[in-house]
Each structure stands twice: as C-alpha cells, then as structure tokens.
C-alpha cells in the first residue's frame, strides 16, 4: 500500500529564515509523481511544487525547493526567506504515474507558523 | 485555479437526514475526486470518477455515494448523515493521472448534530 508520512505535525519559523518539512514515502510503483500543497487559513489548496520521480534534478519554483532522495523515499520542502503568508498547512502527496485512478495519497499535514 | 465550485459552503443538517454536496468543473477533466479532511487524517479520499457514469470507492467510501451524469459535475450523497461525517469535503479534479496536479475546491464545511 501506498502511503506518505509528515512526521512534523508543527512548526514554527521567524520570518527571512528557512524551514525545512519532511515527507517519507512507500511505493511500490517505478514511475510516480509528488507534491506539496499548501493549505492557508483560507482553507483552499494551492499546490506548491511537484517533481517527476523520474528526474533527479530537484525541483524550484521561486522561493520553495524541494530535496528528493528517491532511494530514501524522501521528499522535503525547503521554503527559504520565510514570509507571513507562508503560514499554513502543508501537505506532501504522492501519486502514481498513470493508472485507472488517478489518486494522490496524502500526509495528515504540517502546520507552520511564521513568526514576525 | 481550474475553475471548481463547490456548493454549498457550509452545512448544519441533523442526524440521520440525506445530505447532497456539488462540485461543478469547467475544465473539461475527466478525473474527479472526493475527500473529507479530519484533524490528524490529512485528506482521505472518498469516491473518485474516471469518467461520466463510472465511478469507484476510496479509502473511505462507507455511508457515501457518488454519481456522475455529465463531465462537469460530481455529486457527493450522505444517505443518512452520522455525527461521524462532521467535516471538510473536497472536490478535486485531474485532468490526467500522469503529471497533472489535482486542483480544489475551496470545500465544503458539513456539521452533522
């Protein structure tokens, strides 16, 4: 069975600095896709970033940037100058490449707080 | 985003009453999906379709159905709401199961007394 853990369900950063959030993963598919998505107070899903299991290079779109270890299962979040507005749940999710379904296993989330 | 809506925003119903959530997509994606979200569960998923008129269970499929009779929309059904079904639904769509993300709803809050 698939499956994505966050083990961080909180944490908290001063605003300018960097955070890291971890996500592990288990699949048993060769080819597969992953993601973060942010959840603001707002409560709608913003996808953040995603990286091709098949790539090594690691993903970057502006200020977030992840680091995936495929041979670890590991796919961490790095958000560097940390703003207010990143304040937020965070979700890693890992889908297959392909298939009937379609789905995206999801983690239960890190919460983190920016602090002024 | 991809242009989800989702109808209604908030819900109060009573136990034991039928409850019906829409979600309408106007980008033509053949993928749909509901998930409810819990505190300490992330986003668990319900029902999904992969097409008008199929659809298949997910991870928490018992006391819900779903129906899909055109690509655009994907209704959720409590048959009988339960205190237990208190929570944040969302629809999702995909346009493939390849690289294409999901894209949300802004979800639907339901409380069930």
């Known amino acids: 069975a698939q499956t994505v853990t966050q083990s961080q369900p909180e944490m908290s950063v001063q605003e300018a600095e960097t955070v890291t959030l971890s996500c592990t993963y288990d699949?048993?598919?060769?080819?597969?896709?992953l993601f973060w998505y942010k959840q603001p107070p707002s409560r709608q899903m913003i996808l953040v970033i995603r990286q091709e299991a098949y790539k090594q290079q690691n993903a970057t779109e502006n200020r977030f940037s992840v680091n995936f270890q495929k041979a670890a299962k590991s796919f961490s979040l790095k958000i560097s100058d940390s703003q207010l507005g990143d304040t937020a749940m965070y979700f890693c999710?890992?889908?297959?490449?392909?298939?009937?379904?379609?789905?995206?296993?999801f983690g239960k989330g890190t919460k983190l707080s920016v602090k002024p | 985003d991809a242009g989800i809506t989702q109808s209604p925003r908030h819900k109060v119903t009573e136990t034991g009453t039928p409850v019906t959530l829409r979600c309408h997509q106007t980008?033509?994606?053949?993928?749909m999906y509901w998930y409810r979200q819990d505190p300490g569960h992330g986003l668990r998923l319900i029902h999904y379709s992969y097409g008008v008129k199929d659809t298949d269970k997910g991870e928490v499929s018992d006391g819900y159905s779903v129906s899909r009779s055109k690509t655009e929309d994907f209704l959720l059904t409590l048959e009988s709401a339960t205190s237990s079904q208190t929570s944040v639904y969302f629809c999702?769509?995909?346009?493939?199961?390849?690289?294409?993300?999901?894209?949300f709803g802004n979800g639907t809050r339901l409380t069930v007394t």
């Open positions: 999702a769509s995909r346009l493939d199961p390849y690289n294409s993300p999901l894209h």
């Open positions: 999710a890992q889908g297959p490449y392909g298939g009937s379904q379609g789905n995206l296993i």
């Open positions: 699949t048993s598919e060769s080819n597969y896709y």
């Open positions: 980008e033509n994606h053949r993928y």
